[in-house]
C-alpha cells in the first residue's frame, strides 16, 4: 500500500464557550478557569500521512498566519504523544485544511491538535486514554475537551473536563473581526488580572439545571469585562451587530470573534442581517460529541 492510501481523515470542529469565569490565579502561573464549551459544525479538516512528506502544511481560507512548522500545535501533539508512546512522528505527515478563523477565540488550533491525537490513536493501535490526555494537556488548556467535544464542563486550567447532556441543536452565527492583537489570550488574561476575580457560580448553576434552550443573553463570559477596551473597535462591533440583528451578542472564548446563539431556524436571518458589517459572518450550529 502506498503511503497516500493510508491517509487518515478527520475533523476538528471549532467551539464557543457558554460560560467563561476565570476565578483566580494558580501557583503555577495559569489562571483557574471554570467553563462550559460546546463544538459547532464548523471545523477544520486534517489529514494525517504516516508515510510523509514530513512536516505540516496548510491550506484554507484561513490559512494565514497558522505555522507550518514545528511549532503549529498539531504538530506539538503528535511529537508529545509519540514521546509518552515511544513513537516519535518521524516521517508523519499533517495538512490541516484551515476553515476556522485563527486567533479568534473558537480554539481551532487546539481542536487540529486533538485531532491529530485521536488520528494517531487510530494509526498506532492500542494507546491508553491516559497518554491522550497527558498529551493533550502538555500543549495547552482546550485540547483535553477536544478529546470529547460535544457540551461539557472544564476547570482547573481546562483539563478537568466532565462531559455534561448535549444540548439540542443550536443555531449559532460568529462574527469575526478583520485583526486581533499579538499575544492576545496573555494580554486579555494580564487585563483580566488588574480587576479583582469575580466570584464564579454561572458554569455550576448549567451544570445542576441545564437549560433547554440557550440565548446569547444568558452566555456569561469573564472577558468581557476587558475585551472591549484590549480589541480596538470591537465595542462599535457589538453595538452595530445588535441594532442590526435585535438580540445580544456575546465574546466567543478570549475573542474577538462575537457570536450569537438561539434556534436554528432564526441562524440565516442572523447573519443577513449582519451582512456588510466590519467582519467575516459564518453560520454553523451546534454538533455533538465526535470521538465519545
Request: glycine fraction near 16%; include cysteine; charged fraction near 15%.
Amino acid at each position: 500500500m502506498s503511503a497516500p492510501d493510508r491517509a487518515r481523515v478527520g475533523l476538528a470542529p471549532a467551539k464557543v464557550n457558554l460560560v467563561l469565569e476565570v476565578v483566580g490565579r494558580r501557583a503555577d502561573g495559569y489562571h483557574e478557569i471554570d467553563t462550559i464549551l460546546q463544538t459547532l459544525a464548523l471545523a477544520d479538516g486534517v489529514t494525517l500521512r504516516p508515510g510523509g512528506p514530513p512536516g505540516v502544511s496548510v491550506t484554507g481560507p484561513f490559512a494565514g498566519g497558522v505555522p507550518a512548522d514545528e511549532t503549529n500545535l498539531a504538530w506539538r501533539a503528535a511529537v508529545a504523544l509519540g514521546g509518552i508512546v515511544g513513537r516519535p512522528p518521524g516521517s508523519l505527515g499533517i495538512h490541516l485544511d484551515k476553515q476556522i478563523p485563527a486567533a479568534g477565540g473558537l480554539g481551532g488550533g487546539a481542536s487540529d491538535a486533538a485531532t491529530v491525537l485521536r488520528l494517531l490513536e487510530a494509526e498506532w493501535g492500542g494507546l491508553p486514554q491516559a497518554a491522550l490526555l497527558e498529551a493533550a494537556s502538555s500543549i495547552g488548556s482546550d485540547e483535553a475537551f477536544f478529546l470529547l467535544g460535544g457540551t461539557a464542563r472544564a476547570t482547573g486550567r481546562g483539563e478537568r473536563v466532565t462531559p455534561l447532556p448535549g444540548l439540542p441543536p443550536h443555531g449559532v452565527v460568529l462574527f469575526v473581526p478583520p485583526g486581533t492583537i499579538e499575544r492576545k489570550t496573555a494580554s486579555m488574561f494580564a487585563a483580566l488580572g488588574r480587576l479583582p476575580f469575580e466570584h464564579a457560580c454561572a458554569a455550576g448553576e448549567f451544570t445542576r439545571h441545564p437549560p433547554g434552550r440557550v440565548t446569547a443573553g444568558q452566555v456569561v463570559n469573564s472577558f468581557e469585562r476587558v475585551a472591549f477596551d484590549v480589541f480596538p473597535g470591537l465595542a462599535g462591533l457589538q453595538a452595530g451587530l445588535e441594532a442590526a440583528i435585535g438580540e445580544p451578542v456575546r465574546l466567543a472564548g478570549a475573542g474577538p470573534t462575537l457570536f450569537w446563539i438561539g434556534p436554528t431556524a432564526q441562524a440565516a436571518g442572523v447573519a443577513s442581517a449582519a451582512r456588510g458589517m466590519d467582519c467575516t459572518v459564518i453560520a454553523t450550529e451546534t454538533v455533538g460529541p465526535q470521538w465519545r
